[in-house]
């Protein structure tokens, strides 16, 4: 299962969450392993069944309150027995004042304690969205990731066989890059996969014979985006006189990413082929086939349904004459 530390929540600066640290600093190097958020509520009166290890629990005014209504000794009893589940760390938001009980608990147990100026609500929201980034299942690809009206593809195939060329010519019609060369792929929601460009290289792009080109500063910001949905795979291969490719697209054909089944087209390139062109109608093609038309399909309908009434053998024989 994978995890983070705590401390990545401390340097978070694409969620807003404007955490501090209050007390217990050794228990940053906590994991935190799931994006789900817990706010202890019955925890606090003794009952901790349910009370998760290794996820935030959030602290609202309705515990803070809680726990300065009670006693100091029933206090210390209360954060005793909460500390012993592992959690990962504890949030109070609305920038409240924390009981000192609860930073000595927190300081003996190395458990991080922070604060938050947000709602518990608001709090909640955004540092949920930020750990399923953060524990998100990702792996990278050798590729090329374009927006092309507005169908993220990816573009696979051995070294050297075109792929950075079809995207610069794809950049120049308008469309969009978003990674060249290493693709780093997300699972961010169940049955979907995002590519984004590995921080290093993101906006550049190898063109052989030129070298590194930075495409966001030749061609303005609206040339890149930094994320994509990927919606349709296309490999490039070598032209094989003694291969037989589809020529249909009836049967379609898919790619494992992650766990999640993405379509796929095996296209064949050879001098004379506008690359181009073919991606583009390709995510033209993906487009209609979200509405509910196939066009291979439908054009197999129409000829099975010619040839079952004879149609086809009338037509043919009119020809002849």
Not at 77 to 95: F, P, Q, R, Y
Request: with cysteine.
């Amino acid at each position: 299962m994978s995890s983070i530390r705590v401390s990545r929540l401390l340097e978070d600066s694409d969620y807003d969450l404007h955490l501090s640290l209050v007390a217990g600093e050794r228990g940053l190097d906590r994991p935190i392993s799931s994006p789900r958020i817990q706010k202890p509520g019955l925890a606090l009166t003794g009952f901790t069944e349910h009370l998760h290890s290794e996820r935030v629990q959030v602290f609202g005014n309705t515990e803070v309150s809680f726990l300065r209504g009670l006693s100091p000794e029933r206090q210390k009893e209360v954060l005793l027995s909460l500390m012993e589940n592992e959690l990962a760390c504890i949030v109070v938001t609305k920038d409240l004042d924390p009981p000192q009980a609860l930073l000595e608990a927190c300081e003996q147990a190395n458990v991080a304690l922070m604060r938050s100026p947000l709602l518990s609500s608001t709090f909640i929201q955004q540092v949920q969205a930020c750990l399923e980034e953060a524990l998100a299942a990702s792996t990278s690809l050798h590729g090329v990731l374009m927006d092309v009206f507005g169908v993220g593809i990816l573009l696979l195939g051995k070294s050297g066989i075109g792929k950075s060329e079809i995207a610069l010519d794809l950049v120049m019609k308008g469309h969009r890059l978003v990674a060249d060369d290493i693709v780093d792929i997300t699972t961010l929601k169940p049955g979907t996969v995002y590519g984004a460009g590995n921080p290093i290289i993101k906006h550049h792009m190898e063109i052989r014979g030129l070298g590194i080109i930075n495409i966001k500063d030749l061609f303005g910001v609206a040339a890149v985006r930094e994320r994509k949905k990927i919606e349709l795979v296309i490999e490039l291969v070598e032209w094989d006189p003694a291969h037989e490719y589809d020529r249909l697209g009836v049967e379609e054909q898919s790619f494992n990413l992650l766990g999640v089944r993405v379509p796929l087209s095996v296209v064949p390139v050879r001098p004379g082929r506008n690359m181009t062109t073919i991606v583009e109608v390709a995510a033209r093609n993906h487009l209609l086939k979200l509405q509910g038309h196939h066009s291979a399909r439908e054009f197999a309908q129409k000829l099975n349904r010619a040839i079952s009434d004879g149609g086809m053998r009338r037509t043919l024989g009119e020809e002849v004459e």
